[in-house]
């Protein structure tokens, strides 16, 4: 047949973007045939149907040996030719059938047949047809600023849903359909180009819309919008549009859609939809709109631009946000929308619409649901079925979660220990299907279900939440794929019944000079090595008391560590790790809080707190917990610090579990000087003046006694003598509890020794430590009200008052019984001789302060700022909740 063809005498090019059976019926119009004469001479096989012929699927895509003749006749490119058929979008806004060459009608909205058009385009390109109109995503016309039209205006079927009949001569711009009085002869001869449409302004969304579909059609990987960070095909992206565009055209209710489309796009949809489909079209399409592609170029817009703006949003958490009204709007349909079931929307849908999907139920999810959906990672996701994932936590995540992370992530209001195992606990439950009875018992931690309940409950509530659990979400995906250098899983199956023997204890104390025994302190020893090799609680350590006391003892052995104790400790470590076959793991690890820079936390950054000015607070003398609150930090935070950087010298400390350091501050003439300085001119009691001076108590009272100062032996009650606890006491003004300190004797001892002296209570003492030495440069209408216990908090609960709507409120805020603040007000009132509180016309107490009152309230917020402001004005110590400073720098 190829011997056969000749070129034609008369040639006409396609326009750019034209359809084949357009360029096929411009070349018969041409040459005054019909395209049953055209076609044959182009090398096309003649229809084998009568009433089916074969032009339309020429349309949509060409066999190889057609494009070879076409091109040979025409004098055309093939590449020219492929570009006329649908061929061209195959797998980019449609599919096609590679066996029987047609357009898959059930995906992506493939149009079988049919074509919308621009009646616009069609008067300026003389009836010439565009190969886009063809697409079920074509409902715009960019061009002329107006939606397509759907349908012939004089008999109101649909354009090219049958090719052009054979022995007919061709009309470019006229509807071609037959006739209705005789089918067989007469054609309908509307002129297409008359056809009315709606009108677009510019920037209309419908046109911003289509624009949106045609950049996706239009690329080779989509990279835009929620796939910025997971770029996918141009087909899977049109499966996201047509499954949101399909919920919405389902699911919206008219309220919906009047907030989400311009009121001349709604006027037309709701007329569209309330008419019957165009004949001879897809009808089915309007009993489930949306599944497949709209018959009313209205009702593809209106589901494009209630899609395009969630797909197009600036991430996966916009849209997200985006989406919840659908979400919403399907649940009050009576639609069962779960986080398990939102992925069924549509077929072939991407992971970041599903990661879409699942950020709009989020508010609807439990604290649980967020972990193991991954609500909070840029691309959410269902948890893993397989157990690869599980297996790769579980290695990656010791029982109790590392400190510092955990300082960091804490809301408060929650015991540290526990609030570390449920930390570890939410990793292994992150983007798994793991429950929490196997997650306990994969990590070996004894924490009751309703205590997990609890702290999940509690986290949650927090405001913080949303940032905590992007924390541990983001961790969980870091370790899945960068496994850290210790297999916590094979740490915790190791046997720990020969880790740090008695002998190598005593080793290790003769070495550094710690004190030694096989009794209590070679138990906390163990249970520390135990805990920080194998990523356990110290308590599950083998043989080890299981009391609170033995917990608290534990919890200070970090404090009590100097730095070559603690090499000496890991040394041991290192060894016991040796003896089981692991020799390439650190003793310790945990991973960088730099994860965590760019998330708003609600607990403490070790990072931020200076290591050498934490040591030097606890060697002058302050408690930990007293560090903490002067560094404006946690107790937990001190002691992961004091963990990763030991004491360099010993921290004076009593009591059983005490563990001496190897140094200490010498003694010399400047030693001497300091204490007789301290015991003259500041009043401490003598433990204070030891801690403060890094001294140990033996070394301080020997110094004591070498500068003529009498200190009681702190083990010898009967050697307290009636003139220095009368001097201490009644002269000095410390109180009775602090001379039981400074004598090492209980406070009942010490008050029996009061009593048998006959040594009156002085009620003038000063119970306030921060007040103390300051009574010569009080207010003087304070001082009555100064003296006796709790008198600087009476004061500083009197001058919170006004804070709260009344009194019963500020009761409750400042955790105080009702009771006990009347007794304080009536103290204070008995003190200062005058009421401090209006009284209402029953006589009952108001919260608005009398004149004096107000003199009150203002000298006590001069002090506060006094006490808790340095020269410059900078804080130094946090106020008491309920008790903030509110006096300017001037005052």
């Not at 109790?400 to 300082?407: D, V």
């Not at 903490?628 to 610090?641: F, I, K, Q």
Request: hydrophobic share 40%.
């Amino acid at each position: 047949m190829n011997d056969e063809l000749r070129t034609f005498p008369i040639r006409v090019a396609p326009l750019p973007g034209e359809a084949l059976d357009s360029w096929f019926e411009a070349l018969a119009h041409r040459l005054h045939v019909t395209l049953g004469e055209l076609l044959p001479q182009l090398g096309l096989s003649p229809p084998k149907h009568s009433n089916k012929s074969e032009e339309f699927e020429w349309t949509v895509m060409l066999q190889s040996h057609e494009i070879e003749r076409i091109a040979r006749v025409s004098g055309l490119d093939p590449n020219t030719v492929t570009a006329m058929t649908l061929a061209c979008y195959d797998e980019r806004a449609l599919l096609i059938d590679p066996v029987t060459g047609r357009v898959r009608r059930r995906v992506i909205w493939g149009r079988g047949g049919g074509s919308r058009y621009c009646p616009s385009c069609l008067s300026e390109d003389g009836g010439r047809w565009q190969l886009t109109w063809r697409l079920g995503w074509s409902f715009a016309c960019a061009r002329h600023s107006c939606l397509l039209a759907d349908a012939c205006p004089g008999c109101g079927r649909m354009q090219r849903y049958r090719p052009h009949p054979r022995l007919v001569p061709v009309q470019p711009g006229h509807c071609p359909n037959p006739g209705k009085t005789n089918p067989r002869r007469q054609r309908c001869g509307a002129d297409l180009r008359e056809a009315s449409c709606l009108p677009l302004t510019e920037g209309h969304p419908a046109l911003l819309a289509q624009q949106y579909v045609w950049k996706i059609i239009r690329s080779d990987t989509v990279s835009f919008g929620i796939y910025a960070s997971h770029p996918v095909r141009p087909a899977q992206a049109l499966a996201d549009l047509k499954a949101i565009a399909a919920r919405a055209l389902a699911d919206a209710s008219a309220d919906e859609l009047t907030r989400r489309l311009p009121d001349d796009l709604l006027t037309d949809y709701h007329q569209a939809r309330a008419h019957v489909p165009v004949p001879r079209g897809p009808g089915r399409a309007e009993a489930r709109p949306g599944f497949m592609a709209p018959s009313h170029a209205v009702v593809a817009a209106a589901g494009v631009t209630a899609a395009a703006d969630i797909l197009a949003a600036a991430d996966i958490r916009q849209a997200g946000r985006a989406l919840r009204w659908l979400t919403t709007e399907a649940r009050q349909r009576g639609m069962n929308v779960t986080a398990s079931n939102v992925g069924a929307w549509g077929k072939d849908t991407t992971p970041p619409l599903l990661g879409a999907q699942l950020v709009s139920l989020e508010d609807d999810l439990q604290p649980m649901e967020h972990l193991r959906y991954r609500t909070a990672a840029p691309l959410p996701s269902h948890p893993a079925r397989d157990p690869d994932r599980a297996h790769a936590l579980s290695r990656s995540t010791p029982s109790q979660f590392w400190p510092s992370w955990a300082a960091r992530l804490s809301p408060g209001k929650t015991g540290h220990s526990f609030f570390r195992a449920a930390l570890s606990i939410c990793v292994l439950l992150t983007g798994t299907r793991l429950d929490v009875n196997s997650v306990v018992a994969e990590l070996g931690v004894a924490i009751p279900s309703h205590d997990i309940s609890r702290i999940l409950a509690l986290l949650g509530r927090s405001p913080n939440w949303p940032q905590i659990s992007a924390a541990l979400t983001r961790f969980a995906d870091h370790v899945v794929y960068n496994p850290p250098p210790i297999d916590y899983r094979v740490r915790r199956s190791l046997d720990y019944s020969d880790l740090l023997p008695d002998e190598q204890w005593e080793a290790i104390c003769r070495t550094t000079g710690a004190s030694g025994g096989q009794g209590r302190r070679a138990m906390i020893a163990r249970a520390y090595l135990f805990s920080r090799l194998s990523g356990l609680p110290g308590e599950s350590a083998p043989a080890v008391p299981k009391d609170t006391r033995f917990r608290n003892d534990l919890a200070d052995f970090t404090m009590m560590r100097f730095p070559e104790l603690a090499a000496a400790l890991d040394e041991a470590g290192r060894d016991f790790l040796a003896r089981h076959g692991i020799t390439s793991e650190p003793v310790v690890w945990q991973p960088s809080l730099s994860m965590l820079d760019d998330l708003a936390l609600p607990g403490h950054d070790v990072r931020l707190i200076d290591v050498s000015e934490l040591h030097q607070l606890l060697l002058g003398g302050r408690s930990p917990s007293g560090a903490s609150a002067e560094l404006g930090t946690s107790l937990a935070v001190v002691r992961c610090l004091l963990d990763a950087s030991p004491l360099p010298a010993r921290h004076a400390r009593k009591g059983e579990g005490s563990l001496p350091g190897p140094s200490v501050s010498p003694v010399n003439d400047t030693t001497k000087d300091a204490l007789i300085r301290l015991c003259s001119e500041e009043n401490l009691a003598f433990t204070q003046i030891s801690q403060r001076l890094g001294i140990r108590w033996r070394t301080f009272r020997k110094l004591a006694k070498e500068c003529g100062i009498d200190v009681p032996r702190q083990t010898t009650p009967s050697k307290v003598s009636r003139e220095w606890l009368y001097e201490q006491h009644v002269i000095k003004g410390h109180t009775l509890v602090e001379l039981a300190k400074s004598a090492g004797l209980s406070s009942s001892a010490i008050n029996k020794w009061a009593r048998a002296y006959s040594i009156p209570a002085n009620s003038s003492v000063v119970h306030s430590p921060e007040l103390r030495g300051r009574l010569d440069v009080m207010p003087a209408l304070l001082k009555p009200a100064l003296t006796g216990y709790a008198a600087w908090k009476r004061l500083q609960i009197f001058a919170s008052l006004p804070d709260y709507p009344d009194l019963t409120s500020a009761a409750r805020a400042l955790h105080l019984n009702p009771r006990v603040m009347w007794e304080y007000l009536n103290q204070l009132e008995d003190d200062l001789s005058g009421r401090l509180l209006e009284r209402s016309s029953r006589g009952r107490r108001t919260k608005t302060p009398t004149t004096l009152g107000q003199e009150v309230i203002k000298a006590v917020r001069e002090i506060e700022y006094a006490i808790n402001t340095d020269v410059n004005g900078r804080m130094l110590t946090p106020v008491p909740p309920g008790m903030s400073t509110k006096v300017d720098a001037s005052s």
